[in-house]
């Protein structure tokens, strides 16, 4: 392009030179991508709010979870958290019944207040994760149906088109698992259930010309991982997000890391995420590009049998006396906020750290600052996507002198100055969902280290009173009659109404 004006050679690198410092100042260089569940908005009187959240850290922000239904339809969990977050704050026009149901009237809603606005102002990515945990039953029935398939992505179209959002993330925990009422002919049917995902995407972004985004959430364990056709899913899906936490919790009979980096002195092979990833791409073939591993914004307590340490017999249950306010699975605010009470330790096997009570039988495994670089580093050197953090609010320090504000994000900080230590990556120039597993940019290569076999449990932090609630609407819908037309669903507003 020739320029009207030409600019001298010094005033042009200055230019340059400060484009590029303002790009690394808008966000990180490679994906961090932050799950926001709707139960932590309320804590801590609101503290960690679309108006709070720094948006410099994140590339992306899963906002967790909406409700996969049996028949394909997809509802709100916490309608109160959801429409304010997502819309925007409610303003006193509105009735109270409006803030209970499902109903959804845009000018009820404060203009410029949602996450949505907030995160596209500052050039980020907002997606719905549908599923998790505690909502991940229904998965196998609507994926064993084409009709109801075709439905949830129809719906899947719609949540888009509602909130003005940049994709669908789908954490379903997990394909073929049991304890999940998962059966043999998920890992056949997920697939199914993505690409119907994908083909409601690519007409969409024709329509709008807007890029869409389709993620998934998967185990870190080997018997996961072998129930994904990875081959077939991998091309469909623009993030592959990796859930490497949760390894160790309260229930194993000796302490451990619950997201070690490498493996422990001691412990099952394979629990750490060095394994789980070489196995994603040494035995399944999946690229570099699209992984984001999994970072722990909190921590897991044991309450140990004698003296507490690493590797010793514990009693299986978690400490709810020191850290009463997460019971006994600690945000890394308060973990920080009671380290006087511990002896620091550093893992030079597993690249993390832990706790041992000065008083107490406590032991402590979780991140900071030294261990979140590491894994930055590790994404760097591997040629990685990013990471996922679970979740967004446990980085937040309020400030003591003005509450209300946030003072610092210690953990995010550290991500992301070491991400953007080198190049700047953009998302741009990577390969689409839609690229062949063959074609693999160069700088893709697999880890060589020896590989384990891990499995994984992971577990949800969603507080009791959400969880009796889920119960009792399970239980509602169970009484109610089977309908003759199962495509009529009156009371759900996500039914693929385009």
């Known amino acids: 392009m020739k320029l009207l004006f030409p600019m001298p050679t010094k005033l042009l690198h200055l230019f340059l030179l400060l484009l590029t410092s303002s790009f690394l100042l808008a966000?990180?260089?490679?994906?961090?991508?932050?799950?926001?569940?709707?139960?932590?908005?309320?804590?801590?009187?609101?503290?960690?709010?679309?108006?709070?959240?720094?948006?410099?850290?994140?590339?992306?922000?899963?906002?967790?979870?909406?409700?996969?239904?049996?028949?394909?339809?997809?509802?709100?969990?916490d309608p109160l958290a959801d429409k304010t977050i997502l819309l925007g704050k409610i303003n006193e026009a509105a009735p109270k019944a409006y803030r209970k149901n499902k109903k959804i009237v845009s000018r009820w809603h404060v203009a410029n207040t949602s996450l949505v606005n907030k995160a596209h102002q500052n050039g980020v990515k907002v997606l719905i994760s549908i599923g998790g945990w505690t909502m991940s039953e229904n998965f196998s029935i609507i994926a064993a149906s084409e009709k109801k398939r075709q439905r949830f992505a129809r719906n899947c179209g719609?949540?888009?088109?509602?909130?003005?959002?940049?994709?669908?993330?789908?954490?379903?925990?997990?394909?073929?698992?049991?304890?999940?009422?998962?059966?043999?002919?998920?890992?056949?049917?997920?697939?199914?259930?993505?690409?119907?995902?994908?083909?409601?995407?690519?007409?969409?972004?024709?329509?709008?010309?807007?890029?869409?985004?389709?993620?998934?959430?998967?185990?870190?364990?080997?018997?996961?991982?072998?129930n994904i056709e990875w081959e077939k899913v991998s091309p469909l899906l623009d993030h592959i997000n990796i859930m490497t936490y949760d390894f160790y919790g309260s229930r194993p009979s000796r302490t451990n890391h619950h997201s070690p980096l490498y493996a422990p002195k001691r412990g099952v092979e394979g629990y750490d995420l060095d394994s789980s990833i070489r196995r994603l791409m040494a035995t399944y073939h999946v690229p570099s590009y699209k992984i984001n591993i999994g970072l722990a914004f909190f921590g897991r307590t044991q309450i140990t049998k004698g003296k507490a340490d690493i590797h010793v017999a514990s009693y299986r249950k978690t400490d709810t006396k020191i850290f009463s306010k997460d019971k006994g699975t600690p945000n890394y605010y308060n973990i920080s906020a009671s380290i006087n009470k511990f002896n620091y330790r550093?893992?030079?096997?597993?690249?993390?750290?832990?706790?041992?009570?000065?008083?107490?039988?406590?032991?402590?495994?979780?991140?900071?600052?030294?261990?979140?670089?590491?894994?930055?580093?590790?994404?760097?050197?591997?040629?990685?996507?990013?990471?996922?953090?679970?979740?967004?609010?446990?980085d937040y320090f309020e400030n003591k002198k003005h509450p209300g504000t946030i003072e610092k994000t210690p953990l995010a900080t550290a991500l992301k100055e070491t991400l953007c230590q080198t190049e700047v990556v953009a998302y741009a120039e990577r390969p689409s969902a839609g690229a062949a597993l063959y074609s693999l940019p160069q700088y893709w290569s697999p880890i060589t280290r020896k590989s384990f076999v891990p499995r994984m449990a992971y577990q949800s932090d969603i507080p009791k009173k959400f969880k009796?609630?889920?119960?009792?609407?399970?239980?509602?819908?169970?009484?109610?009659?089977?309908?003759?037309?199962?495509?009529?669903?009156?009371?759900r507003y996500f039914d693929g109404g385009w």
């Open 27 to 77: 966000q990180p260089c490679r994906e961090v991508v932050a799950f926001y569940p709707s139960w932590k908005w309320y804590d801590r009187g609101r503290l960690v709010n679309p108006s709070t959240i720094d948006y410099s850290k994140y590339t992306v922000i899963n906002y967790a979870f909406f409700s996969p239904e049996k028949d394909g339809a997809i509802s709100l969990f």
């Open 158 to 226: 719609e949540l888009i088109r509602i909130y003005n959002i940049d994709g669908i993330d789908i954490d379903w925990e997990y394909p073929g698992y049991k304890t999940q009422k998962g059966k043999a002919a998920d890992k056949e049917n997920f697939t199914l259930l993505i690409a119907d995902i994908k083909r409601v995407f690519d007409i969409l972004e024709k329509q709008s010309g807007k890029q869409l985004l389709l993620t998934a959430d998967f185990g870190a364990g080997a018997s996961h991982m072998a």
């Open 346 to 394: 550093w893992d030079e096997y597993a690249e993390v750290p832990y706790l041992k009570g000065k008083k107490s039988h406590t032991f402590v495994t979780f991140e900071d600052e030294r261990s979140i670089k590491k894994k930055a580093q590790y994404i760097l050197d591997n040629n990685l996507a990013g990471a996922i953090v679970w979740d967004i609010t446990g």
């Open 468 to 491: 009796r609630k889920l119960k009792k609407r399970r239980k509602k819908k169970h009484r109610r009659k089977k309908k003759k037309n199962r495509d009529i669903a009156p009371k």
